[in-house]
């Protein structure tokens, strides 16, 4: 399960900063950051980092106001919890929906799933031995 | 002689690929062999039905175990039906054919009712554009995925914008990527359909499987060519397939354990074993061309069995009781 866990971690940060962002309007880095809690509050330029990268994935927009940069949720918390595509084809046979959506993992069984939970943890371990490029 | 020299063929056709060292072969290469055994089955099953309905009723045995008129079994409802005057035998005839022609069209419309779907929560459901030409739909899983048929478009969660570091959703876009590019979505619509004519032939919900498994591990392939980060689109996998809810267990899916996920995660972790050999990459293109030949031979020759089947059929057989 550790394995899982370390994975995780990024996505933990980028959804804390989404929720500081949801509470307010428009916000600078020091803003977000002081609105983490603590274990997420990071570096300046971490946060910085995070923030550019959720705008470019269309996540953030961001307005120049004076020398600072502020940032804005574009993707409301109703929006980010709204039901996904996975749930709207779930009538769907498997066969029919395996047609009209190609993803990234199918459907697994229990035994398949504990299987996954220790490649996870040899997949964070072979990245965590990968140097930094 | 002709027959069983056939028989002989298609037999060898359907059980060849699971001779096959699988893993060591091309995704693509493994795809076209489980697509070509899907529609073979499915040339097979149309062909049988044809069989049945041409060459059955002039059968002694069929006609001694048929015999009875259908009005006689059921007296009320043949009547009001318009079953009066035909014997049982009529209705094992058609039975195959109705079933057949049930499979095929309950099998286009699942396809076409989910591409519908899609293609309405692409049009309503979207929250915007996402990177790498992708859109936005909401959701909190980790979803990254090729959606419909023609045009089809790369769709991505919020969850997964969230969960997936920079190389991670890299990776999982060209993977997506991979299965537009290279037609994914029109061989498994193909694989879908065959396999719904083929449904009552055993083992073709597997080739199904095997078929889609070999199409995930292509995308793979073109991912990692693309980004030169294995270990990225794993860790992507991870994410994604420890996200989803618990399936339960059915017979059809229990005895697959390392079909999915599992299997592509070791190709992608240990990259010896995903390059194929080349003896079994040829024996398997030899088996593509052989399969072709034979479900066009199959096709061939139907009109020539369905002549010699009406031939058979219009012998005399003597007065059904039941129009009497």
């Not at chain 1, 959720?54 to 409301?76: H, M, N, P, Q, T």
């Not at chain 2, 419309?109 to 936005?136: C, D, K, M, N, Q």
Request: hydrophobic content about 45%.
């Amino acid at each position: 399960m550790s394995g899982s866990k370390a994975i995780q971690l990024q996505g933990e940060l980028q959804l804390e900063i989404m929720r500081a962002l949801w509470k307010v309007d428009y916000a600078g880095v020091e803003e977000v950051r002081r609105a983490l809690p603590t274990r997420h509050r990071g570096a300046y330029t971490t946060i910085q980092t995070v923030l550019n990268r959720l705008a470019e994935r269309g996540l953030l927009a961001r307005k120049r106001e004076g020398k600072s940069i502020l940032y804005s949720a574009r993707v409301s918390e109703a929006d980010y919890y709204s039901r996904s595509l996975r749930q709207a084809l779930e009538k769907a046979s498997v066969s029919a929906r395996r047609s009209a959506l190609a993803h990234l993992v199918g459907g697994m069984t229990p035994a398949e799933r504990g299987e996954m939970e220790s490649l996870a943890q040899e997949v964070a371990e072979q990245k965590a031995q990968r140097p930094k490029a | 002689m002709t027959a069983a020299l056939l028989a002989a063929l298609l037999l060898a056709g359907t059980t060849a690929p699971y001779l096959l060292p699988v893993d060591r072969l091309k995704p693509i290469t493994g795809a076209a062999v489980w697509l070509m055994v899907l529609l073979l089955r499915a040339t097979l099953v149309v062909l049988g039905v044809f069989s049945a309905v041409l060459y059955l009723p002039s059968t002694e045995l069929f006609q001694l175990a048929t015999h009875w008129c259908i009005h006689a079994v059921i007296p009320f409802f043949a009547t009001h039906l318009g079953f009066s005057g035909h014997s049982v035998g009529d209705a094992a005839i058609v039975l195959p054919a109705l079933v057949l022609a049930l499979s095929a069209i309950s099998a286009l419309f699942a396809v076409l009712r989910a591409a519908r779907v899609v293609r309405r929560w692409l049009h309503r459901g979207t929250l915007g554009r996402g990177p790498g030409e992708s859109v936005i739909v909401g959701g909190e899983s980790v979803v990254v995925a090729a959606a419909g048929v023609r045009g089809a478009r790369i769709v991505v969660s919020t969850g997964a914008l969230l969960a997936l570091d920079e190389d991670e959703l890299t990776a999982s876009l060209e993977h997506e990527r991979g299965h537009i590019a290279r037609r994914h979505p029109y061989l498994a619509l193909g694989g879908s359909l065959a396999c719904g004519l083929a449904r009552m032939l055993p083992g073709s919900a597997d080739a199904l499987r095997q078929l889609h498994f070999c199409l995930e591990r292509d995308a793979d392939e073109y991912a990692v060519q693309r980004t030169g980060n294995p270990l990225a689109l794993a860790s992507a996998i991870c994410k994604a397939a420890l996200d989803q809810p618990d399936l339960e267990p059915t017979p059809a899916i229990a005895g697959l354990s390392g079909l999915g996920a599992p299997t592509r995660l070791r190709f992608l972790l240990d990259r010896s074993s995903a390059s194929s050999r080349a003896g079994s990459e040829y024996a398997a293109r030899g088996l593509v061309a052989f399969l072709v030949g034979l479900t066009l031979l199959v096709g061939a020759m139907s009109p020539t069995l369905a002549r010699a089947g009406i031939a058979a059929a219009g012998k005399p057989v003597g007065q059904h009781l039941c129009e009497s």
